[in-house]
């Protein structure tokens, strides 16, 4: 079942609040989606570290495709 932009905002915000997140959905379908998340959280974490954290926070919702991007503030 997909994900509605609402319900994936609410899971990034949840677990990175104070940060700045673009989601797009990728496909016009409410499966594909890119996010970009721009935190100070991800501060002396490497690429790979952060979207793991990223990954964690949607664990367990039915998301088709997520094309991560992380940024540091």
């Known amino acids: 079942m997909p994900i509605k932009e609402a319900d994936l905002r609410g899971l990034l915000e949840g677990s ?3 940060s700045e ?4 959905d ?3 379908d409410d499966d594909h989606w890119k996010a ?4 100070g ?9 952060q ?3 990223v990954q964690d926070s949607v664990k367990g919702h039915d998301i ?3 094309a991560i991007k992380t ?3």
Do not use: N, Q, Y
């Not at 997140?21 to 797009?24: A, G, T």
């Not at 959280?41 to 790979?48: A, T």
């Open 41 to 49: 959280v991800f501060e002396g974490k490497s690429r790979i570290e």
């Open 26 to 28: 990728m496909a016009g």
């Open 36 to 39: 970009t998340i721009i935190s």
């Open 21 to 24: 997140i673009i989601i797009e």
């Open 51 to 53: 979207h793991k954290m």
């Open 71 to 73: 940024k540091r503030k």
């Open 64 to 66: 088709h495709a997520l």
């Open 16 to 18: 990175f609040p104070d």
